[in-house]
């Protein structure tokens, strides 16, 4: 079952910083690479969850594309300092930016 990731309002500054601190949780940062937008991440998910992402975001992907774990590709070359990531490699559609956010909530997820 697809979870509700909806936007919602905060009402508080502590609601705020726990919010921006929730998305930060295990998302590190992005960055496009040709067809592919790759997540770094700042802590390890394993097979079964991309595996379950996969199945759950396939809106967002390429006709016949994949979301695989990787290491730093070689063009991350120039980012030395954040090679110790893992990486979620996606072959995104470009189109379905909404399902990007809820991507990276479904990425954060404690399981």
Excluded at 53 to 60: D, N, R, T, V
Excluded at 72 to 93: K, T, Y
Aim: net charge neutral.
């Amino acid at each position: 079952m697809k979870k509700d990731y909806r936007r919602h309002l905060l009402s508080s500054c502590i609601d705020a910083v726990a919010k921006i601190n929730r998305f930060y949780f295990r998302y590190h940062s992005i960055r496009y690479i040709g067809n592919q937008v790759v997540l770094r991440l700042a802590s390890a998910i394993d097979q079964d969850l991309v595996n379950e992402m996969k199945a759950s975001f396939s809106e967002m992907l390429t006709p016949g594309g994949n979301m695989v774990l990787s290491c730093p590709l070689p063009v991350e070359r120039d980012e030395p300092e954040i090679a110790h990531l893992q990486r979620l490699v996606v072959d995104f559609n470009r189109h379905n930016l909404g399902w990007l956010k809820q991507l990276i909530d479904a990425v954060n997820e404690d399981i």
